[in-house]
């Protein structure tokens, strides 16, 4: 089993940032892919960004990927999602979740463990 909390969400005009945090616990960190998923009021959960093991490959849904970071510290436990230039349509509830998978990493079913997730409210 893995755990994961997630930690960082808030209320933030449009244009602000947030830092969002994952903090794992219950296995070996650094074997398991990490990504962020969001989910708005009355719409599916979407993929967000995703991070490998090791770090090196990261992957963004398209409308974040300029304006959001994925990073890990495997000695820390802890995934990270850098939300920058906000704007209402980044609000959320935003998960955290692990995979002992290395594809399909953009797939909610390709994660295995999930966080109870942190509420983003971006105003405008």
């Known amino acids: 089993q893995v755990q994961l909390v997630e930690s960082g969400g808030g209320l933030v005009q449009a244009g602000g940032s947030l830092r969002l945090s994952c903090a794992a616990s219950?296995?070996?960190?650094?074997?398991?892919?990490m990504g962020w998923f969001r989910q708005a009021p009355g719409k599916e959960r979407e993929f967000v960004a995703a991070i490998s093991r090791g770090g090196g490959t990261t992957f963004y849904e398209n409308s974040v990927k300029v304006r959001f970071t994925i990073s890990r510290d495997n000695a820390k436990n802890t995934v990270y999602l850098q939300m920058n230039r906000l704007k209402p349509e980044d609000t959320a509830v935003y998960y955290c979740?692990?995979?002992?998978?290395?594809?399909?990493?953009?797939?909610?079913?390709?994660?295995?463990?999930w966080g109870q997730g942190t509420q983003v409210t971006v105003s405008s």
């Open positions: 219950g296995r070996t960190f650094s074997n398991y892919a």
């Open positions: 979740a692990a995979t002992a998978d290395v594809l399909g990493l953009k797939l909610i079913r390709t994660y295995d463990y």
